[in-house]
């Protein structure tokens, strides 16, 4: 049985974790990250998202959110920031978007937990896109959805298809 270590926020702020975690009611938490297809899907989706940022937005990796005075602090996978907002070295405004990529090792009750967390904190779109059933859920003020399709889209930072992203983690060329 995994042990839990309360740690104080101020410790949790001033440390760099590799990969970096979570910090929920003092606990720190790992993510499930570092495997390729979630890496690349990572990679290929910021690419898009900061080709496309031309003045109104700002995409960021792994961004430490404060979600909640509590104090409770999410990781998010990629997040994109409306221009302008307050620079500050954790974020504790509400991004436009929010995109969790899912790992084999992800538990829905965690992830259902941290999506409730986005939206409480206001965050209106939320893409959990799973690249290892090629899947995509979207999340919003209307619950969790499933997405068919596999294209969601934002006034913000346009439209993205995951169906073509998912092809190509599939391509050993790319």
Sequence with gaps: M????IVPVEEYLRTS??????????ALLERNVGERRH???????????????????HTYTE?????????????PDLCVM??????????????????????PDDEPADIL????DYLKFGV????????????????????????PGLIVETDLAGRLDFGELFARLEDPSE
């Design 2 to 5: 995994a042990t839990t270590t």
């Design 17 to 26: 974790y590799d990969p970096d975690m979570e910090y929920v009611g003092g």
């Design 39 to 57: 890496s690349r899907l990572q990679s290929l989706s910021s690419a898009i998202l900061i080709s496309r940022e031309n003045g109104r937005f």
């Design 63 to 75: 961004q430490r959110v404060r979600v909640s005075p509590q104090p409770k602090y999410r990781v």
């Design 82 to 103: 409306a221009l302008p907002y307050q620079q500050e070295p954790v974020f504790t405004h509400p991004p436009h978007l929010i995109v969790e990529i899912l790992s």
């Design 113 to 116: 937990e941290k999506i409730a």
């Design 124 to 147: 209106p779109h939320i893409w959990i896109p799973d690249p290892y059933r090629l899947r995509l859920q979207v999340a919003d003020s209307d619950g969790l959805h499933d997405r």
